[in-house]
């Protein structure tokens, strides 16, 4: 990771300036995303980057980091868009409140899930979460508030009130910075989490479980904590998704959502840091170009897909980072 | 729970029988491939979607019933192990998720392909003239079809029984899923058993899907949701086990049929709760040997 171990193993160093960008990740993250709205012309595209890429940095953290995948994600994103859009809809609860409350309810789901979840092994994982996903969707579709089939609507925040500032939310731009500051606040927190004794012990696992649990770190511990955090991160998500679009869709939580995340981080990297938000930029383009002409764009999503799969497993951020001696 | 007299719970434990025996196949074709290649087949719904539509559209050009219920799983199989031969088979030895993901990318653009070819919109199925109407069961009137239904997988459970346990190929089969590695050693071409039980549990998927097809109709997204219950059924029976995934899958449909009786607003996460129960006191599933997946 840093100059000495390069040192000690027989490793090309990294190119100075990566280096740098390497330690200020959160900074050069935040300082790309900033510069986005100017990059690409739809303002409305650039929010689902955010949203979609804070998904993909979640679910990364389970997939990328820990090894294990999950096709259950969506429960996360889906359950945090219906707890902050319940709350503000329908409780007329303010933002401060209905975030916080997202990430909660996320990651208490992320509890119960995990406890199950985490007693398979390999690849049961995958089939275990996608069935409990599947099992929370039918369990929100006929909750009272949920509003079933037709999905929430009316989730709407037209003002961010801060000291000495006033945001306001239907200024596209202003609504870009806004949720910029919560997912650099996201951003902050998953560098610290994986920077940490904790965060090793996440990567460790993915090398090797047995020699993890032999040098005495509490596996099963590590996976429920990481998975939770995980949970948390896409239930914040999917409330920046319930309020970027003013309504909870009843698709938010379904199988496809989950799938969507996983080809997400695929397609951008898995264990890269900035990988779900190229991952998730360059599947919005799939998707706004190829709809563009035919209407079957999900035939040409697919494909891409496969192709990376069978021809670049690291994706576009992690094979940039791998050529340029990055990781 | 008026009107709920002991003749109607006969009747819809037959139901859920003929629903378990659609399970019952779905979840011993994944089962199967599993235990062999260690791959779990993500497109394994979309093979059952495709073996529903390749029936459709076989029975414009040769409307009879049972020639179809013949050529649509070998059609569905060749299929299976072209996708096998082409795209799986250069991810073994990658990690046990890529062939995962890239089943999971195939059934997008399976899904996709049949909306271009069919159209998005599901279309109705014909029950063949002989099976239609109903048959006294002792306990009331049973419509035929799924008698029939229930029929075919008991032949079919008991052919693959019989291939795996009682041929010279079987023995292969089974001593590939212990050490695919010693039976290489022993002169056995292991690729080539592979690819073939590839086709044979999608081939079983696509029949699966020709015979449900007369039940619930045909529509592009039919394989997304028996996908889900092909996984449940898989973990609580246990994966890599016939016998578990026999019982499973006849547990979860008699179960499911009941909970429509008696508590509908739950029939539909009944299975999850099955699932739920026998992860936290059998993880490894009913029928599973413990570490198998170590």
């Known amino acids: 990771m840093n100059a000495h171990s390069d040192a000690l193993y027989d490793v090309a160093p990294p190119r100075r300036t990566f280096a740098h960008i390497r330690t200020h990740r959160v900074l050069a993250s935040v300082l790309v995303l900033l510069a986005l709205p100017w990059l690409i012309p739809n303002q409305s595209v650039a929010t689902n980057i955010l949203i979609y890429g804070l998904y993909g940095v979640g679910f990364n953290l389970v997939f990328g980091y820990m090894g294990m995948l999950s096709f259950g994600h969506a429960a996360f994103f889906g359950v945090g868009a219906y707890a902050a859009g319940i709350l503000i809809a329908q409780a007329g609860a303010p933002w401060w409140v209905a975030l916080p409350a997202a990430v909660l309810v996320a990651g208490v789901l992320a509890l119960a899930m995990g406890l199950l979840a985490i007693r398979t092994r390999g690849i049961y994982f995958a089939m275990v979460t996608l069935a409990l996903a599947q099992c929370v969707y039918f369990l929100v579709y006929q909750f009272p508030l949920s509003g079933g089939e037709n999905g929430l609507r009316g989730v709407n925040v037209a003002q961010v009130h801060l000291p000495g500032l006033t945001v306001d939310l239907l200024d596209p731009t202003a609504k870009y910075l806004a949720f910029l500051a919560v997912v650099a606040v996201a951003l902050l927190a998953v560098s610290r989490v994986l920077a940490s004794p904790f965060g090793g012990a996440v990567e460790a696992i993915r090398e090797n479980e047995a020699r993890t649990r032999a040098c005495g770190f509490n596996v099963e511990h590590t996976k429920l904590m990481a998975f939770v955090l995980s949970g948390a991160l896409c239930g914040l998500a999917g409330a920046l998704a319930a309020i970027h679009l003013s309504s909870v869709a009843i698709e938010s939580l379904h199988y496809e959502t989950s799938g969507l995340v996983v080809m997400i981080c695929l397609l951008g990297g898995m264990g890269t840091f900035f990988g779900p938000f190229v991952g998730a930029a360059l599947f919005l383009l799939i998707q706004d170009v190829f709809s563009l002409w035919t209407e079957h764009w999900q035939l040409y999503a697919g494909a891409i897909f496969m192709f990376f799969v069978l021809f670049f497993p690291k994706g576009v951020w992690g094979t940039i980072l791998e050529k340029t001696h990055g990781r | ?294």
């Not at chain 2, 459709?56 to 050529?71: E, G, H």
């Not at chain 2, 590695?181 to 079983?204: C, E, S, Y």
Request: aromatic share 10%.
């Open chain 2, 1 to 294: 729970m008026d009107g709920i007299t002991p003749q109607l719970v006969a009747l819809q434990l037959f139901t859920g029988l003929a629903l378990g025996a659609v399970y019952v196949l779905l979840a011993v074709g994944l089962s199967l491939i599993f235990g062999m290649l260690t791959v779990v087949n993500f497109a394994h719904g979309a093979f059952f979607m495709v073996g529903a539509y390749a029936g459709y559209a076989l029975y414009q050009v040769v409307p009879n019933f049972w020639l179809c219920l013949v050529l649509v799983p070998l059609v569905v199989a060749a299929f299976g192990m072209a996708v096998e031969r082409t795209l799986i088979r250069p991810l073994y030895g990658r990690g046990i998720d890529y062939p995962l993901l890239l089943t999971f990318g195939l059934a997008y653009v399976m899904v996709e392909a049949v909306r271009i070819a069919f159209g998005k919109q599901g279309l109705p199925v014909d029950t063949p003239e002989l099976l239609q109407g109903s048959a006294d069961i002792l306990v009331g009137e049973f419509p035929l079809y799924r008698l029939f239904v229930i029929g075919v997988t008991v032949l079919v459970l008991a052919g693959l029984w019989l291939f795996i346990e009682k041929t010279s190929f079987g023995l292969i089969v089974r001593a590939g899923a212990r050490d695919p590695q010693i039976v290489r050693i022993l002169g056995i071409d292991v690729a080539r058993v592979w690819l073939i039980v590839f086709g044979l549990g999608t081939g079983v998927a696509g029949l699966a899907g020709f015979l449900a097809a007369p039940m619930q109709g045909i529509s592009p997204e039919m394989g997304g949701s028996v996908l889900t219950v092909a996984f449940v059924v898989t973990v609580v029976g246990g994966m890599g086990s016939l016998v578990g995934a026999i019982v499973a899958g006849v547990l979860v449909g008699v179960v499911e049929s009941l909970a429509v009786l008696f508590v509908p607003e739950a029939a539909k996460v009944s299975m999850f709760v099955i699932m739920a129960l026998v992860l936290l006191v059998r993880p490894q599933g009913l029928f599973g040997r413990a570490g198998l997946m170590n």
